[in-house]
């Protein structure tokens, strides 16, 4: 009796290591297959709040390892309560994460920064809505580490219209 508690409160310190992982992993593809994303970054008109290209590898680093963290507590719940689904928000999550993906071979692969920007408002819903599912399933902790991504992405947006503007109107 005592070893099955002992076993359920032990950390999954696995499930956590790939939770984390996954993200990473999702968010390398494109450093894979454009490997010149800085070279297009600097060669863009940008308005004068845009970072320089090495903010972006650190920033988008630390937001796949928060995404990370909040998705393997989301996931653990379905071991802690055998009454809670959180597939549904699970899926959200993943959808999410291939919108942002998708993002990058948008903006960067094919150039259209407008096609990019109308992409960004549907992936910031979708980080909307994994935010609540994450909430409602685990709590405020999840929900908490994703708001530097929610707020990153309201950023990229603002830059993401306004390189938009200036490099295709």
Same mark, same amino acid.
């Not at 894979?32 to 680093?61: G, H, R």
């Not at 993906?101 to 994994?130: D, N, Q």
């Not at 685990?138 to 938009?164: D, E, S, T």
């Given at each position: 009796?005592?070893?099955?508690?002992?076993?359920?409160?032990?950390?999954?310190?696995?499930?956590?290591?790939? =939770?984390?992982?996954?993200?990473?992993?999702?968010? =390398?593809?494109? +450093?894979?297959?454009?490997?010149?994303?800085? =070279?297009?970054?600097?060669?863009?008109?940008?308005?004068?709040?845009?970072?320089?290209?090495?903010?972006?590898?650190?920033? #988008?680093?630390?937001? &796949?390892?928060?995404?990370?963290?909040?998705?393997?507590?989301?996931? +653990?719940?379905?071991? !802690? !309560?055998? !009454?809670? !689904?959180? =597939?549904?928000?699970?899926?959200?999550? /993943?959808?999410?994460?291939?919108?942002? *993906? @998708? #993002?990058? @071979?948008? @903006?960067?692969?094919?150039?259209?920064?407008? *096609?990019?920007?109308?992409?960004?408002? +549907?992936?910031?819903?979708?980080?909307?809505?994994?935010?609540?599912?994450? &909430?409602?399933?685990?709590?405020?902790?999840?929900?908490?580490?994703? /708001?530097?991504?929610?707020? #990153? *992405?309201? &950023?990229?947006? /603002?830059?993401?219209?306004?390189? #938009?503007?200036?490099?295709?109107?």
């Amino acid at each position: 009796m005592r070893s099955e508690i002992e076993r359920k409160k032990k950390p999954k310190i696995l499930k956590l290591i790939m =939770s984390i992982i996954f993200p990473l992993l999702i968010g =390398s593809i494109p +450093i894979l297959l454009i490997p010149n994303m800085q =070279s297009i970054y600097e060669s863009l008109k940008k308005p004068f709040f845009a970072p320089p290209a090495y903010v972006f590898p650190i920033v #988008w680093t630390i937001l &796949y390892i928060l995404m990370g963290i909040a998705s393997y507590m989301v996931y +653990i719940k379905k071991y !802690d !309560d055998v !009454d809670i !689904d959180v =597939s549904s928000a699970l899926f959200v999550y /993943v959808i999410q994460l291939l919108l942002n *993906l @998708f #993002w990058t @071979f948008i @903006f960067f692969g094919f150039r259209l920064y407008g *096609l990019a920007f109308l992409e960004l408002v +549907i992936l910031f819903l979708f980080v909307i809505l994994t935010s609540v599912r994450f &909430y409602k399933k685990a709590g405020l902790k999840p929900f908490l580490l994703l /708001v530097p991504y929610i707020l #990153w *992405l309201v &950023y990229a947006g /603002v830059l993401n219209f306004f390189i #938009w503007m200036l490099n295709e109107m």
